[in-house]
Nanobody
Framework: QVQLAESGGGLVQAGGSLRLSCAAT????????MGWFRQVPGKEREFVAA????????DYADSVLGRFTISRDNAENTMYLQMNSLKPDDTAVYYC?????????????????WGQGTSVTVSS
């Protein structure tokens, strides 16, 4: 069983930065591929970034490439999303997700476990 808890969301002005964290309760965190998704009301959940179990490979949505950085600390069972140069369009609830496969997947259906989400609001 894997439990995920996001933190670090909040209100920030455009151009600012936030760092999201995802703490995992899992016996084999290092065996999980992880991802970040976001969702706004009325829209489907959108892929943001993903990281392989080892941290050696990452993937990003085009909309955040060059601004967001995903990372993980397997010793601390924690994943991070550093968000820089934030835009109002980044406003959403951000979710972390984990999958038992070690590879990177962009589809939400490829993930087995989800956190409750943390809200990010970027004001113009």
């Amino acid at each position: 069983q894997v439990q995920l808890a996001e933190s670090g969301g909040g209100l920030v002005q455009a151009g600012g930065s936030l760092r999201l964290s995802c703490a995992a309760t899992a016996r084999t965190f290092s065996g999980l591929a992880m991802g970040w998704f976001r969702q706004v009301p009325g829209k489907e959940r959108e892929f943001v970034a993903a990281i392989r179990w080892s941290g050696g490979s990452t993937d990003y949505a085009d909309s955040v490439l060059g601004r967001f950085t995903i990372s993980r600390d397997n010793a601390e069972n924690t994943m991070y999303l550093q968000m820089n140069s934030l835009k109002p369009d980044d406003t959403a609830v951000y979710y972390c997700a984990a999958r038992t496969g070690r590879g990177i997947v962009q589809l939400p259906t490829g993930y087995d476990y989800w956190g409750q989400g943390t809200s990010v609001t970027v004001s113009s």
